[in-house]
């Protein structure tokens, strides 16, 4: 099992900057994947950002170039950095994870509670 506990999000004027963290705990040598996932109101959660154990990264197309995922290993934790930020950026913020499921062979997701970004014009 992986536990995941967001930081508090909040409330930015458009063109503000706010970062997100997430601590996983428990089986985090399991972890491949960390990133976030967002769902705005009225709509499906979407993919925002993800990194793998590799470094390798993931954006969706509207955060590019404005958006950075990162992973500390050392302190299990993966930030968002969200800069130049937009109304439509507002949204319930979610710290996701995928891990081997208990003795491999099969991978699971995991979701933290989810936090309130909200961007005002």
């Known amino acids: 099992q992986v536990q995941l506990v967001e930081s508090e999000g909040g409330s930015v004027q458009a063109g503000g900057s706010l970062r997100l963290s997430c601590v996983a705990s428990?089986?985090?040598?399991?972890?491949?994947?960390l990133g976030w996932y967002r769902q705005p109101p009225g709509k499906q959660r979407e993919l925002v950002a993800t990194?793998?154990?590799?470094?390798?990264?993931k954006y969706e197309d509207s955060v590019k170039g404005r958006f950075t995922v990162s992973w500390d290993n050392a302190k299990n934790t993966v930030f968002l950095q969200m800069t130049s930020l937009k109304p439509e950026d507002t949204a319930v913020y979610y710290c996701y994870s995928r891990a081997w499921g208990p003795g491999g062979g099969f991978e699971l997701n995991y979701w933290g509670q989810g936090t309130q970004v909200t961007v005002s014009s």
């Open positions: 428990g089986y985090t040598d399991e972890i491949k994947v």
């Open positions: 990194v793998g154990r590799d470094g390798m990264t």
